[in-house]
């Protein structure tokens, strides 16, 4: 424990009041596997005043979650407890089930990743709140109710009487989390743990919910733990942090402190680690300055910063926009749509459905587009129908050199056309076939077209493990036994296997952690120089495309609502829906966060 | 939700007829002329023979017999049987008995496949749910008369806990060991359904969220776990209940019950069309209807299904 950073926080930086709420010493947290205990949190410190915020911060396996979930005792009857943890100078280790239990949802309440999973899908959101209330409060039913109409209004649901009588798969994800953060504060719970509570949800809902918690922390007096990986999360919302790795906290501070100053070389390392935009400028000295940006295109005035510095800033951007015209040569376009309708055909008695309307996309060899957009805006089904895996309704579609909108499932001709495009999946783990050895797996497409077997196709393979960095001899190992980032990179030398013109990657780095995904996508940048493909990179993260594309598309509801370059779209943006979903990135930077959320407050209020 | 049940009445019309055809047609084509069989030893009296036929159509092609029994359904009026009675007064017989017989082995495989089936997915691993897993095996894997006459020789005979053969007024009391004999092996299916069931959703989210919120062990297993496990172990027993009524011939004869099961045994060795057919349709419907009954249960355990609909 060399590495043990402490930054005491200076008396009057401290925004906690009082006596801490939660007092956690020397916890330690070990779970047991195969007859051994193997430690997931070491030697813990930290504390929680009311009103405060505390992020922990890692990343998976980093022991963050399970810690947290220790202070209740949530964990599997696999682990081991040891040390202190104190709520209120009552000690909580040890204590009996029963005044466990008494603690549970109302001293203490949890809120959860997942909110479709975390509500029981069988029971309105009106109920569960009401089992809550009425499990910790001598009320009568109807008491109970007005108290969970109260919260949900509270979590600014629109329509408070409709949430109660939803069930959960009838809420949005915001609506359900915003359901969640209701129940878990309709005991007036003195402390509050948020267990990646944005993690699920798209940019702009994640932001709407961080505003939430923001205002709610101010309007109650809850301490509250915070839980995420994502440091852009953290900025905004946090007074304290404290950073995990592997069980221990490797580094505590004020926001202000992590973020400007960190001392811990994997502080530094995460943050660094961060995508953010403005690291993909057409030179490094010019940040793309988000901000100014929307300031100018939106004429939004921002309170916090001089108008002379909001100029400046603008200026650069404008010249860096200038820089960005001079286009690449072009050549035959890779993929090409014209006002292509793509439809998830009808089943049974389920409707087609039209998920994608009027699409116009045009990628040359050696671009790489960013298509971004919300959940259910229709990204992925562009990229799935590019790949012939949905058929076009309406338009034509030209996949290297050929026209597919008219080719039969499965035909010769997306035969043919599979050979020049590869694909790379969000998933790693259920991308890869559990049974095959990734050798086989990287493999197989070659042996399919049939353009090596034998030596030569061992020989090929080599090759593509070297390309994507993973060493010779992991050809027999199997999927289970490669982390995260090896698989993906298992599934890019899959899909570069055929040296193919076109590639489609849908999130390939959504399902990795920060440092993971830095890496990862680095290693992608790489290839895509050195082989030239044309990509269509799909995902929800506009920092990753700002880090990748040259050209971005925006979509919504099924549209194509902007694109451009990458400069055009992240210094110029036009349409409003680019403009919030920009606003709404979260920034590893307290203080730019800060400009941002005033933005953002001020876009809305212009919208409505 | 109306809409749905009319919808779900109205698809019962192809299945009827369909059911009712296809088991027309396979009695008609069964081999030997019932009409001589009824003789037995006898000789064959032809005027006799030739005014049963008539009696019975049977003297027509199949299609006529056939519209001529679905005439006979839409008038209420079955026929008789070869022995002379009417076909409804046979079906009003039986019928109860076998209702009887298979509402208790459901209840019986119900309430101990679901309670045996909730421990051991709690005890996972634990010594109750291995034991209650092998013995469940166990009765999956021996065939239901070996099982139904070891019962009626220990429990019945040598026991003397239950009568080993059952009256002809087939009450309750009389049908305990047959229901439980006819249930085992559903009994088996629905406990390891329930168990695996219960160890899925106690590794749920909403699970944790219900423990977090400060609910007992015990309130957790009966609001959170134990409604949604049920899902598939309602559905499962619904599709059993028609399964019994037609598939108790077996439990049927060795505890000679007067039920369906020995009735629809005769009349297709008899080669009694009518009867069978009438006996079969009956079943189907039954079939049908409890499959609905089913799906309309599903919606109102699982609103995901009631409003996707």
Redesign the interface.
């Known amino acids: 424990m060399t590495d043990f950073i402490t930054l005491d926080p200076p008396a009057d930086a401290a925004p906690g009041r009082g006596e801490p709420v939660l007092e956690v010493r020397d916890l330690s947290v070990d779970f047991g596997v195969d007859k051994k205990w193997v430690p997931a949190a070491i030697g813990l410190n930290y504390e929680v005043r009311a009103g405060e915020v505390l992020a922990i911060v890692g990343e998976s396996g980093s022991g963050k979650s399970a810690s947290s979930m220790a202070l209740?005792g949530?964990l599997p009857t696999n682990s081991r407890v040891t040390g202190s943890v104190k709520l209120a100078g009552r000690e909580l280790l040890g204590a009996n089930e029963a005044n466990i239990?008494?603690?549970?949802?109302?001293d203490v309440?949890?809120i959860?990743q997942?909110p479709m999973?975390?509500?029981?899908?069988?029971y309105?959101v009106g109920a569960q709140i009401v089992?809550?209330v009425r499990?910790?409060n001598e009320v009568s039913p109807e008491e109970a109710r007005i108290r969970a109409l109260r919260m949900l209004d509270l979590v600014e649901l629109p329509d408070p009487e409709k949430a109660f009588r939803s069930?959960p798969?009838?809420l949005s994800g915001g609506q359900r989390q915003r359901a969640?953060i209701a129940?878990s504060l309709s005991c007036d719970p003195k402390l509050l743990i948020a267990d990646e509570p944005t993690t699920a949800l798209d940019v702009t809902v994640q932001a709407e919910i961080l505003d939430l918690m923001r205002n709610l922390r101010n309007k109650l007096d809850s301490a509250i733990v915070l839980i995420t990986h994502d440091m852009g999360v953290v900025a905004d919302l946090a007074d304290r942090i404290a950073v995990m790795r592997k069980g221990l906290i490797v580094e505590t501070g004020t926001a202000a402190q992590i973020f400007h100053n960190p001392q811990h070389e994997y502080t530094q390392a995460l943050l660094a680690a961060v995508p953010h935009l403005g690291q993909g400028g057409t030179d490094a000295t010019t940040e793309v300055d988000v901000t100014a940006a929307l300031a100018a295109a939106t004429h939004a005035e921002i309170l916090s910063i001089p108008e002379d510095e909001l100029i400046r800033r603008e200026r650069e951007n404008a010249a860096a926009l200038a820089a960005a015209e001079a286009a690449k040569p072009k050549g035959e376009p890779v993929l090409e749509l014209k006002d292509v309708a793509i439809e998830y055909p009808k089943q049974g008695r389920v409707p087609a459905f039209r998920a994608v309307e009027g699409a116009n996309l045009v990628i040359y060899p050696g671009q790489v587009v960013g298509l971004v957009g919300e959940s259910g805006s229709g990204k992925t089904t562009i990229g799935r129908a590019a790949v012939g895996l949905l058929p076009v309704a309406e338009g034509t579609m030209r996949v290297v050199g050929q026209d597919i909108s008219a080719a039969k499932r499965n035909g010769r001709q997306l035969h043919e056309m599979r050979r020049h495009v590869g694909m790379v999946f969000q998933d790693p783990s259920s991308s890869l076939n559990p049974r095959l050895p990734i050798g086989e797996s990287i493999g197989e497409p070659m042996f399919l077209a049939k353009v090596a077997k034998g030596a030569e196709l061992q020989h090929r393979i080599e090759a593509l493990l070297d390309q994507v960095e993973l060493p010779r001899d992991y050809r027999n190992r199997y999927p289970h036994e490669l982390s995260g980032g090896q698989k993906q990179r298992v599934g890019i030398a899959r899909a570069l296997s055929l040296k193919p013109k076109l590639m489609v990657a849908d999130e390939p780095t959504s399902a990795l952690d920060v440092s993971v995904q830095a890496r990862v996508l680095d290693l992608f940048q790489n290839l895509q120089k050195e082989l030239g493909f044309a990509c269509l990179f799909v995902t929800h993260d506009l920092a990753v495309v700002d880090v990748l594309a040259d050209r971005i598309c925006v979509m919504q509801r099924g549209r194509i609502v902007e694109q451009g370059t990458r400069d055009q779209i992240l210094r110029n943006p036009q349409e409003p829906y680019t403009q919030r979903l920009l606003a709404a990135v979260p920034l590893p930077d307290p203080d730019k966060q800060r400009e941002r959320r005033e933005l953002r407050a001020q876009l809305l209020s212009g919208a409505s | 939700m109306p809409t749905y049940i009319l919808k779900r009445f109205l698809q019962l019309i192809p299945v009827f007829l369909g059911a009712t055809l296809l088991v027309y047609f396979l009695v008609f084509s069964l081999p030997g002329d019932p009409i001589v069989a009824l003789f037995g030893d006898k000789p064959v009296n032809v005027a006799v023979a030739a005014k049963l036929r008539e009696q019975y159509h049977l003297d027509q092609p199949f299609w006529i017999q056939y519209l001529l029994y679905l005439k006979s359904i839409f008038t209420f009026d079955l026929g008789q049987d070869f022995s002379g009675r009417p076909i409804a007064t046979v079906l009003g017989e039986v019928f109860p008995v076998t209702a009887r017989l298979a509402i208790m082995a459901l209840i019986f495989e119900g309430v101990f496949g679901i309670v045996f089936g909730l421990i051991a997915g709690l005890r996972k691993g634990k010594f109750f749910d291995a034991t209650v897993l092998i013995a469940s095996l166990v009765v999956i894997a021996i065939p239901i008369f070996v099982l139904g006459f070891l019962l009626q020789f220990t429990i019945g005979v040598q026991l003397g806990w239950a009568k080993p053969t059952v009256s002809s007024a087939a009450t309750v009391q009389d049908l305990i060991l047959p229901a439980i004999v006819l249930g085992l092996g559903s009994f088996a299916y629905v406990l390891r359904l329930t168990r695996t069931s219960v160890i899925e959703n106690m590794n749920?989210?909403?699970v944790?969220?219900?423990?977090?919120?400060?609910?007992?062990r015990f309130q957790v297993v009966r609001?959170?776990i134990l409604?949604?496990s049920l899902i598939p172990v309602i559905t499962f027993l619904g599709a059993d209940l028609g399964a019994l009524m037609g598939g108790a011939i077996v439990t049927e004869g060795i505890f000679n019950v007067p039920g369906v099961g020995n009735r629809l045994y005769r009349a297709v060795l008899s080669g009694e069309g009518p009867t069978v057919v009438s006996i079969v349709t009956v079943l189907v419907l039954i079939y049908c209807l409890s499959n609905l009954l089913v799906d309309l249960l599903y919606g109102w355990?699982?609103?995901?299904i009631r409003?996707d609909s």
Not at chain 1, 101 to 106: I, T, Y
Not at chain 2, 301 to 304: N, S, T, V, W, Y
């Open positions: 209740l949530l239990r008494a603690v549970r949802g109302k309440a949890v959860f997942e999973t975390a509500l029981n899908p069988v309105t089992e809550t499990l910790h069930y798969h009838q969640m129940q | 749920a989210d909403y944790r969220t219900a423990t977090a919120k400060g609910l007992s609001v959170h409604r949604n355990l699982d609103p995901r409003y």
